[in-house]
Nanobody, 120 residues
Framework: VQLQASGGGLVQAGGSLRLSCAAS????????MGWFRQAPGQERDFVAA???????TYYADSVKGRSTITIDNSNTVWLQMNSLKPEDTAVYYC???????????????WGQGTQVTVSS
């Protein structure tokens, strides 16, 4: 499984960003896709996840109501983030796993990170 993330950048507080993750490889290995983030000096934390069919979504409390994870027919997962806060600043990583628990706790596959910086 290969994951290619993009879409990070610098945005002012209250603004929006949309991250994308293009996936390739065996579908069963990426039955669940997700996003994590890691701020400097902190652990990598779960942000959101979605199943490959797009029917089930899961969010961390820190982003619930402000973010939307979707998936499209081109094997791309999107994370729309609105009302961004300075505390959302982190490197965001795309992830994939064959199980829901795996993608939320210990994904088997990672993409490269994309930096999101929210200025106050």
């Amino acid at each position: 499984v290969q994951l290619q993330a993009s879409g990070g950048g610098l945005v002012q507080a209250g603004g929006s960003l949309r991250l994308s993750c293009a996936a390739s490889g065996p579908t069963f290995s990426r039955a669940f896709m997700g996003w994590f983030r890691q701020a400097p000096g902190q652990e990598r934390d779960f942000v959101a996840a979605i199943n490959w069919g797009g029917e089930m979504t899961y969010y961390a409390d820190s982003v619930k109501g402000r973010s939307t994870i979707t998936i499209d027919n081109s094997n791309t997962v999107w994370l729309q983030m609105n009302s961004l806060k300075p505390e959302d600043t982190a490197v965001y990583y795309c992830a994939a796993d064959s199980t829901l628990r795996g993608v939320r706790e210990r994904p088997g596959y990672w993409g490269q990170g994309t930096q999101v910086t929210v200025s106050s």
